[in-house]
C-alpha cells in the first residue's frame, strides 16, 4: 500500500529558483528518504533522515521532518536545469525490516 | 567502491515466453537484495528481497519468481510472461535493514510483452 504521499504531483519552474516538494504518510516511521530518478533510469538516493531528526542537509538539498504531522519536505535551492527528475520519497515499513513504502513522485522540470 | 549492474536495459518479449533478468553487485559482501516494479508514473512495488543466499521472501503473489544463485546475483524469473507483465523493473541493494539505511538502485530494465 501506498504510504508516502508526494505533493505537488508536478512542478515546474524557472533555473535558478528554489524548488519544494512535500511528503506526507500514514503511520510511524523510523526513517524517510528522498530519492531522484531521471526519466528512464533507476533510482539515486538523497537524503535519509531519522524519526529523531527535524532537518538535514547535503549540498543545495535541504529535508525537513515533522512526526507531528506526519509530513516532511524536500528543498532544492538554486535549481539547475540537470535537476530536473521525478522524486520520491519513500518511509520504512511497520511490519518489514526490509520494505519501503514508496510515494507516487513529483515530476519537477527546470526551465532553463 | 560498490557497483551495481542491471542488465538488459531495455526487453520486448512475446506473450508466453520466459523471462530472466540478471542483477549483481560488486564491491560488497552479503548485501540484501531487492527486485522492484515501477509503473508508468508511480512508485515502486516490492516484488521480492533477499537476505541471503537461496532466501527469497515474496512480497506480492504473481507470475514472477526470484533466484538468489550467489551472494551477489539476483535474477528475476518467469516460465510464460503476460502482458501485465510489462513494465519498469529496478534492483535493488542494501547493507542492513531499510528501516535504517538505505537502498542502490540499477539502471533498470524496461520490459515489454507483445
Known amino acids: 500500500s501506498q504510504q508516502g504521499e508526494e505533493d505537488p504531483q508536478a512542478l515546474s519552474i524557472q533555473e535558478g529558483e528554489n524548488a519544494t516538494m512535500n511528503c506526507s504518510y500514514k503511520?510511524?516511521?523510523?526513517?524517510l528518504q528522498w530519492y531522484r530518478q531521471n526519466s528512464g533510469r533507476g533510482l539515486v538516493h538523497l537524503i535519509l533522515?531519522?524519526?529523531n531528526e527535524r532537518e538535514k542537509h547535503s549540498g543545495r538539498l535541504r529535508v525537513t521532518l515533522d512526526t507531528s504531522k506526519k509530513s516532511s519536505s524536500l528543498l532544492i535551492t538554486a535549481s539547475r536545469a540537470a535537476d530536473t527528475a521525478s522524486y520520491f520519497c519513500?518511509?520504512?515499513?511497520?511490519?518489514?525490516?526490509?520494505?519501503?513504502?514508496w510515494g507516487a513522485g513529483t515530476k519537477l522540470i527546470i526551465k532553463p | 567502491s560498490q557497483t551495481i549492474h542491471q542488465w538488459p536495459a531495455t526487453l520486448v518479449q512475446p506473450v508466453g515466453s520466459p523471462l530472466s533478468l540478471e542483477c549483481t553487485v560488486e564491491g560488497t559482501s552479503n548485501p540484501n537484495l531487492y527486485w522492484y516494479r515501477q509503473a508508468a508514473g508511480r512508485g515502486l512495488q516490492l516484488l521480492f528481497y533477499s537476505v541471503g543466499i537461496g532466501q527469497i521472501s515474496s512480497e506480492v503473489p504473481q507470475n514472477l519468481s526470484a533466484s538468489r544463485p550467489q551472494d551477489r546475483q539476483f535474477i528475476l524469473s518467469s516460465k510464460k510472461l503476460l502482458l501485465s507483465d510489462s513494465g519498469f523493473y529496478l534492483c535493488a541493494w542494501s547493507v542492513g535493514a531499510l528501516r535504517d539505511t538505505e537502498a542502490f538502485f540499477g539502471q533498470g530494465t524496461r520490459l515489454t510483452v507483445v
Open positions: 519513500a518511509t520504512d515499513a511497520r511490519n518489514s525490516n526490509y520494505q519501503l513504502i
Open positions: 503511520t510511524s516511521i523510523n526513517n
Open positions: 533522515i531519522r524519526s
